[in-house]
């Protein structure tokens, strides 16, 4: 079996893996990330992020987004599809799998695998999503 070694494995790619992956490359640690199913996160499912600091008229969220992944990519980071889809963190160096077969081993492990809307199941949630039923009141405090 061949094991990929990696210094630093990030384990998502929403806003908090990307700006992880851009800190670890600033650091000279060569991050690893893995997108996992969902690129860009959970922010990718609304339209204008209007409280993101520096962006004064608000910026589209998959902008942001892919804004943030090239920021990563052109520090260094080596940004990846795939999803972790076993860890064990019992050993050292730590071991994790991607998609089934691929076994990686990492020093330092940061896991950013954000959040996932839960609803309640209502036939009517999706129909007013976002026009009144929302699942972030950060992201849509305005309504």
Do not use: W
């Amino acid at each position: 079996m061949d094991i990929e070694h990696i210094k630093c494995l990030i384990v998502g790619g929403g806003p908090a893996g990307y700006t992880a992956a851009i800190y670890a490359s600033r650091a000279a640690l060569a991050p690893v990330l893995y997108e996992g199913n969902a690129p860009g996160g959970q922010l990718t499912t609304t339209t204008v992020v209007e409280n993101f600091p520096g962006y004064p008229n608000g910026v589209d969220a998959n902008q942001l987004m892919s804004d943030m992944r090239a920021q990563a990519v052109n520090l260094g980071a080596d940004i990846r599809r795939g999803v972790v889809t076993a860890v064990d963190l019992d050993v050292r160096p730590f071991r994790l799998t991607v998609d089934g077969e691929k076994v990686l081993e990492a020093d330092a492990v940061i896991v950013a695998t954000g959040a996932t809307a839960r609803y309640l199941g209502l036939p009517s949630e999706k129909k007013f999503l976002g026009l009144g039923v929302s699942a972030c009141a950060t992201c849509d405090g305005f309504f």
